[in-house]
């Protein structure tokens, strides 16, 4: 042969073979030169002989040699099943076999892993080598998208009142995704409660590779009226009744959104009764009003009438008293009623 195997002992190219032979007498004319380009054998079999200058003609020759030009075929297989409609969403790792019919597989490339960039077309490429020392390449294509679609939650109108929710709305779900493309989104979805200072309202929308996107909007909602109630200013002065003026506030409460405003407090100086009403309300700051609350007292600034004095005895003698006497008092009171007429004793 014109040179060494090419590896292990097998031939992958043609090669050359040259005949060579001795003759002591007329001398070596010609030999036989042959090249061997296949078919690919682990035992080819390249015959030849020589003449000498006498004309006389050896006997054949032949030489064993091992050839494989060809490469092995390489087989790409994936760690495991597509995730999604075949495509991928994680990382994978790509083995490599290979299958030789002559000299055999020597060996192939370790697994690869792919995780990334995104693509509708990739592959991952690897090769293997036969004992011949031919390469062969394989591949496998797939499709990769680890990216969740990019979208939105989109609230069906804006707050009622200072970006306060007060009454139901719906949230509304939209998004795409420029690999695999968007395979569906949640319909919208209605919200009419709890109350929250922070209420959520989600969906999710998947792409074609099985990524998930999770949309979501958070909503103050409060659709509760505030808690309204009157303060008086001062506690009543006497049994329940108010006998000089007095302030009523309104006040309130909401444990959402807090009171934005309430009635401006109101001062009442009469007239007497015996029954008045004052009325007021609050707002919260979603805009739900409490209704009118009403605050009821009761107001008498008049003092009674004496009507008379009356002595509790007669007098001791001639009309005159000469010893200490009581007189009852009697009188009276259009508005609160006469509580006490303490008697009054006279002594001197």
Avoid: H, M
């Amino acid at each position: 042969p014109a040179r060494p195997p090419d590896a292990n002992g097998w031939y992958r190219r043609a090669i050359d073979l040259a005949f060579q032979g001795q003759d002591g007498t007329s001398g070596i004319a010609t030999c036989t030169q042959v090249t061997y380009g296949g078919p690919d054998l682990p035992t080819a079999s390249v015959t030849g002989s020589c003449s000498d200058r006498a004309g006389n003609q050896s006997g054949t020759s032949s030489v064993p040699l091992k050839y494989d030009a060809t490469a092995p075929q390489v087989t790409a297989s994936p760690s495991r099943a597509a995730d999604a409609n075949g495509w991928y969403n994680r990382q994978l790792s790509v083995s490599f076999t290979g299958g030789d019919a002559t000299s055999g597989v020597d060996s192939c490339a370790a697994p690869k892993s792919y995780g990334g960039p995104d693509s509708p077309a990739t592959a991952v490429t690897g090769t293997c080598v036969d004992k011949a020392g031919n390469v062969g390449t394989g591949s496998l294509g797939l499709k990769y998208d680890q990216t969740p679609p990019a979208g939105s939650a989109t609230p069906s109108r804006s707050g009622d009142v200072n970006g306060w929710y007060n009454r139901p709305l719906t949230v509304s779900f939209a998004a795409a995704d420029a690999v695999s493309g968007l395979q569906s989104c949640p319909g919208a979805q209605s919200y009419a409660g709890p109350d929250a200072v922070a209420a959520v309202v989600s969906g999710t929308c998947l792409d074609n590779a099985g990524n998930g996107a999770l949309l979501s909007v958070a909503v103050r909602y409060d659709a509760t009226a505030p808690q309204a109630a009157g303060v008086p200013s001062r506690p009543a002065d006497a049994a329940g009744w108010y006998n000089r003026p007095l302030t009523v506030a309104f006040q309130g409460e909401d444990a959402t959104s807090g009171v934005a405003a309430c009635t401006a407090p109101a001062a009442y100086t009469g007239p007497d009764t015996g029954g008045v009403s004052l009325t007021g309300s609050c707002s919260d700051r979603a805009g739900n009003a409490s209704g009118t609350k009403t605050f009821s007292l009761k107001y008498d600034a008049t003092a009674p009438l004496v009507a008379n004095a009356t002595p509790v005895r007669p007098p001791d003698r001639d009309g005159w008293y000469n010893g200490p006497v009581a007189f009852g008092v009697v009188g009276s009171d259009v508005t609160a009623g006469v509580a006490a007429c303490p008697a009054v004793t006279y002594a001197g």
